[in-house]
């Protein structure tokens, strides 16, 4: 897998899921932030981020991860990860960070949830 960010972005209904691939860390981290600060701010009321082509991620990454999730909360928008896995499951357990957002096991699971 690269270890270039590519991030994707598809609806379903009224759902907005952007698709990340790659790998997340400080030199793109922000990349990323833009992406899901532009889709907030234009008014995406329900957001899913599906990390199953992610290969790794870095403090930076869960940084970017927390601050969206308030920002969503701010604007009243609904922020669901989801295909959570293998070691970037692992890094989510071992930063007790489970519990600090909405996982869902699929793309197919999280979009339900916001439908």
């Known amino acids: 897998m690269a270890n270039d960010l590519t991030i994707g972005e598809s609806r379903a209904g009224n759902v907005c899921v952007l698709a990340v691939s790659g790998r997340i860390d400080s030199a793109n981290a922000e990349q990323l932030m833009r992406r899901l600060n ?29 601050v969206a999730t308030d920002e969503a909360a701010r604007n009243m928008a609904r922020f669901v990860l989801c295909s959570v896995l293998g070691q970037v499951r692992e890094l989510f357990e071992m930063g007790g960070l489970l519990d600090a957002f909405t996982i869902d096991a699929s793309r197919e699971e999280a979009i339900a949830r916001l439908s």
Do not use: M, P
């Open 38 to 66: 532009h889709a907030l701010s234009r008014g995406e009321k329900a957001v899913v981020l599906d990390l199953r082509d992610v290969a790794y991620l870095t403090s930076a990454a869960f940084r970017v991860l927390l």
